[in-house]
């Protein structure tokens, strides 16, 4: 799997609690894909301890690996007595595993160790970036993710994470974190399985394109085990033509906006979103006359009406609040719960207007 394929593609969480509920989601997503996903899964929650464990994570690994998922699982020494296996690269053969994920209990040896076997994914958040790049040069592949947070205010802001993924994309190591999904299960918490703490109630579709476009991730994961298809959708399509699909509310006489692929104009201010096609669309019909010259708040759609003269026709999406001005019509507006989805078109890239 190439990091090019990591850039666009949607990877997974997947829990022995919850793996029944899953399925569905999971063969759906599988067989929408058009390359290999990965999954991540725990193998030492405490919870999930029963007489049938081994036989029961065996099953469960034996499913992902046959509809094509790679599995990372997250190991701590408890899981050498869980499934008495005092070697965790021979565990990982045994399972078909793709790489570890060790947390606690280990000393730097014994990790060393791992990453000569199988590809090795650290704790990003808690590991020197000068000790993943050291295990990189020694090992074959080693990747940086870091963890989700189930607890409310304890996931991480904006300005550190930002800090973390510099310092370790700067050494060239591929950073992975996770998204909350909207279907959530009632373990551990049931409040979202985020990296970051403002992501916890906003659309998957929306933290998903923030950690592409803002923070520069190279693998999204979905913590919580249940997504809505809706959503998927929104996901795939994205990861597949690199098309930002914004929900949104248009008046009537403008219906025809919708599912039209926009380019964001390169010489586009910081404050809002130029159609680059919209002059082209303006030609093609009527002259725009003066409609509702309304004051446009964040997310507002707008169209230049005949008062600008050869501004004309022109469509924007604003990213900050802007007044009245009687040769702007007001036309519509992002839907609220995705209007963060404004500041993740950089300019050049495409994106559609969609039927909230």
């Known amino acids: 799997m190439t990091n090019e394929n990591w850039r666009r593609s949607l990877s997974f969480s997947c829990f022995l609690h919850d793996f029944e509920n899953q399925k569905a989601l999971l063969a759906k997503a599988s067989k929408a894909a ?179 476009v803002k923070y520069d991730v ?32 248009l008046t009537e006489a403008y219906h025809d906006l919708y599912g039209r692929v926009f380019t964001h104009r390169l010489d586009s201010p910081s404050s809002l979103i130029r159609f680059a096609e919209s002059r082209e669309y303006a030609v093609q019909g009527a002259r725009t006359e003066v409609g509702k010259t309304l004051p446009r708040p964040r997310g507002s759609i707008t169209i230049d009406n005949e008062r600008y003269m050869r501004y004309s026709g022109e469509i924007q999406m604003l990213r900050e609040d802007l007044p009245a001005d009687s040769r702007v019509n007001l036309i519509g507006s992002v839907e609220p719960a995705y209007l963060d989805l404004v500041d993740c078109v950089p300019r050049g890239t495409q994106f559609k207007l969609v039927e909230a």
């Open 34 to 212: 058009q390359q290999e996903l990965l999954i991540f899964t725990s193998l030492h929650v405490y919870e999930e301890i029963s007489p049938s464990y081994r036989k029961d994570v065996e099953a469960m690994c034996r499913w992902l690996n046959e509809h094509g998922f790679k599995i990372i699982a997250d190991v701590s020494a408890r899981s050498k007595d869980y499934f008495e296996c005092p070697d965790l690269t021979v565990l990982a053969e045994e399972l078909a595993l793709w790489a570890l994920r060790p947390d606690y209990g280990f000393g730097p040896e014994e990790i060393q160790y791992f990453s000569q076997k199988l590809p090795l994914v650290v704790n990003a958040t808690t590991t020197a970036a000068e000790r993943i790049a050291e295990l990189a040069s020694e090992g074959k592949e080693v990747y940086a993710m870091h963890n989700y947070y189930p607890r409310p205010e304890t996931a991480l802001d904006p300005a550190f994470f930002n800090t973390l993924n510099r310092e370790i994309k700067a050494r060239e190591i591929a950073v992975m974190a996770f998204i909350p999904g909207d279907i959530r299960a009632a373990k551990p918490l049931g409040l979202g399985l985020p990296t970051l703490e403002h992501q916890r109630d906003i659309p998957p579709s929306v933290a998903y394109a923030e950690m592409l």
């Open 218 to 249: 190279d693998q999204v994961f979905v913590g919580d085990p249940g997504l809505s298809l809706a959503e998927l959708k929104r996901i795939q399509d994205y990861s597949a033509t690199a098309i930002l699909s914004i929900p949104a509310r």
